[in-house]
């Protein structure tokens, strides 16, 4: 569907991306995390034919996207910021204006935003005004007014960020039943990783603008200080982790959760980096399958087992754990 290729991308000759491939697939939910800062903003911009990269290419169904197509295939994919703005109006006003401007009016319209009215559980604010509503129901319009065009791509930056847990549960619940009904692209931006794991299909993580091969329960900002040839030692929590690089100062550091071995004891292992903690969270890992093992070891980290090895180990919350791995293992940005 739109795909990003070679980008780096620089605010006042700031590089703020830089990375090989970005895509999002015709029918899906992709889940883009990371930390504040870390340009998750700027991609879903890039997304949305907002704006150009300053290097690279973006593509629309494998066709590079030039300036005079951009406008045309703009009006095929809503972008619903962290802080919308809702028109002047009611809400019901909001969701007609722009089925309006596609001269999609009376009944046709009333059909489609009576749907997306049902699904997000809106009647009772269709009378509302902006100043009537909270912040986690502005959201929730704003969404709603992006659902009723039915673009082929929709793009939320934190959606359920001011949102409950009940009013955030249904949001992905009428996504995923509007998904179920018409095929589309979904990329949501959320630093609320449960929410990740749970409604989306792929989980992509940023990491000072780099795509990281990880999410950002190991993501972790350091100072690297020399520990021998080669090697360099991170202060994280109450931890010393190991990493082979040449690189010094501060850096990011990712620990990929599929690098991590579980035991009950410490292994007779090349690793350099051997934890030894209490499990405190097991949850189905979605994207990719496998369990994730969450424990504290100094700091939280997660790995990524089979279902057979959690009920080898007899792995359960509290349960004393080792986790080891490599110090080549660690990436570093």
């Known amino acids: 569907m739109v795909e990003l290729r070679y980008v780096r991308h620089r605010y006042e000759g700031r590089v703020v991306l830089d990375f090989e491939q970005f895509g999002l697939p015709k029918n899906g939910t992709v ?12 991609l879903l911009r890039l997304l949305a034919l907002l704006e150009m990269p300053t ?3 973006v593509l629309w169904n494998g066709t590079v996207v030039s300036n005079r197509a951009r406008g045309a295939l703009r009006s095929r994919v809503t972008l619903v910021e962290q802080r919308p703005v809702l ?13 309006r401007v596609r001269d999609i009016r009376h009944a046709a319209a009333d059909g489609i935003i009576g749907d997306v009215v049902d699904k997000l559980g809106l009647a009772p604010l269709l009378t509302r005004r902006r100043n009537e509503l909270s912040d986690g129901e502005v959201q929730r319009v704003a969404v709603a007014r992006a659902l009723v065009l039915r673009t082929d791509v929709l793009l939320l930056d934190e959606p359920a960020s001011s949102a409950d847990r ?7 619940r009428a996504l995923a039943a509007e998904r179920a009904e018409r095929p589309f692209a979904v990329c949501i931006a959320s630093h609320q990783l449960e929410d990740a794991y749970r409604w989306a299909d792929d989980i992509r993580a940023l990491a000072e603008g780099r795509l990281s091969p990880v999410t950002p329960e190991n993501l972790f900002r350091v100072e690297l200080a020399p520990a021998g040839t080669d090697t360099m030692s991170a202060r994280v929590g109450a931890i010393d982790i190991l990493v082979t690089t040449d690189r010094a100062g501060p850096a990011v ?24 903690g209490r499990v405190t969270r097991i949850a189905a890992h979605r994207p990719g ?5 969450t424990a504290d070891v100094g700091v939280e980290l997660v790995a990524i087992v089979t279902a057979d090895a959690v009920r080898e180990l007899a792995l359960a919350p509290g349960v004393p754990v080792v986790f080891s791995f490599k110090a080549s293992a660690v990436r570093v940005f």
């Open 253 to 276: 550091l990712a620990v990929p959760p599929g690098d991590i071995f579980v035991s009950s004891a410490p292994l007779s292992s090349s690793a350099r980096n051997v934890l030894k």
């Open 55 to 57: 290097e690279g290419h």
């Open 289 to 293: 399958g496998g369990v994730a093992v």
């Open 166 to 172: 009940a009013a955030a549960g249904a949001l992905y």
């Open 31 to 42: 889940a883009l995390v990371g930390h504040n800062g870390a340009g998750k903003s700027t």
């Open 87 to 99: 028109f002047r109006g009611t809400v019901r006003e909001n969701l007609q204006y722009g089925l």
